[in-house]
């Protein structure tokens, strides 16, 4: 009796050979489809919120002029919800309708002017770019650490600023252009190198969050260290001034006083890289110092 050998039967392959580049194209085809439906989610629960809901803030008050305000304490407001409120919306809103007496600073409402840093839910933000909805109830709103309060949420910059001055945050230079309207030129390089240092807009949150500026109060602060950079790093500014601010910031509470906890990079509104640019410094600092014989 003979054995009837089935026929081979061809396999299909299980998966088509895919070249690395459609691999790339269809998983950034599958990260955006997913952003987008994060954020139309997002959308959705937002608009869910009625504009009838309110959010529950409570604010920090405190005013030595009226005896019975100078003990601080903080004050509840349940300010109505509209989509895109932002902290300093609801603030706003909480002045006009429930105590004019709600002290707080605010500009330009566009990020850029700095004025209205606050303390919220533990971390410092701008009032103007902080939304509501990202943040969970209640929302408690204080001025920032480590400054003394003026009243409400406004504290004395003074000595922020006197910060920012001692490093002497404007350009100087030995060499000008030989014609009138000539301008002073800088590489396309080194205006990458210090872009980021530019974009400080003097709110003081890193300063704000800072362990060892809390702790010493000659320490000139992330802030101005930054500002330092972004001139000492100029290729504009001549060798003798970089010099010159080298020897303000390598003082005893100078660059070496920071302990690279990262906290003023991580609270920055403008995302500048701050510890970065105090690491480079002391970089500096160091070459500045060697001797050669």
């Known amino acids: 009796m003979s054995t009837q050998v089935p026929e081979p039967v061809e396999e299909e392959s299980s998966a088509e050979s895919v070249s690395p580049g459609k691999q790339k194209r269809d998983q950034k085809k599958r990260e955006r489809a997913q952003r987008i439906q ?11 919120r ?17 005896p019975e305000k100078q003990e601080p304490r903080f004050d509840d407001f349940y300010v109505p919800y509209k989509q895109g409120m932002t902290v300093l919306d609801a603030l706003m ?19 850029i002017c700095g004025s209205d840093a606050l303390f919220v839910n533990g971390s410092q933000r701008l009032g103007c770019k902080s939304q509501l909805s990202d943040l969970s109830e209640p929302v408690r709103i204080e001025p ?12 004395d910059m003074e000595h922020f600023y006197d910060q920012m001055e001692a490093v002497e945050p404007y350009f100087q230079t030995n060499s000008l252009p030989d014609g009138e309207l000539d301008e002073q030129r800088q590489t396309r390089e080194n205006r990458e ?25 000659e320490y000139l602060g992330p802030a101005a260290i930054n500002k330092a950079y972004r001139f000492a790093m100029d290729e504009r500014e001549g ?27 991580e ?27």
């Not at 809103?93 to 990020?111: E, I, N, V």
């Not at 970089?242 to 390598?250: A, G």
């Open 144 to 155: 920032l650490p480590h400054a003394d309060v003026v009243k409400d949420l406004v504290v």
């Open 239 to 265: 060798e003798d001034m970089k010099q010159r601010r080298l020897e303000i910031l390598e003082q005893e509470h100078g660059v070496w006083r920071c302990q690279t906890q990262f906290s003023c990079t």
């Open 93 to 111: 809103w909480a002045r006009d309708h429930y105590d004019s007496s709600l002290t707080f600073r605010h500009s330009c409402r566009q990020a």
């Open 193 to 217: 190198k210090v872009k980021m240092s530019t974009r400080c807009i003097w709110c003081s949150a890193c300063m704000s969050s800072c362990n060892i500026a809390a702790g010493d109060n």
């Open 38 to 48: 994060e954020q139309r989610e997002a959308e959705a629960a937002e608009r869910a």
């Open 50 to 66: 009625s504009d009838d809901d309110t959010y529950h803030l409570k604010v920090f008050r405190y005013d030595p002029e009226v």
């Open 267 to 293: 609270v920055c509104p403008k995302d500048i890289p701050l510890t970065e640019h105090i690491q480079e410094l002391k970089r500096e600092a160091i070459k500045n110092n060697l001797k050669f014989w």
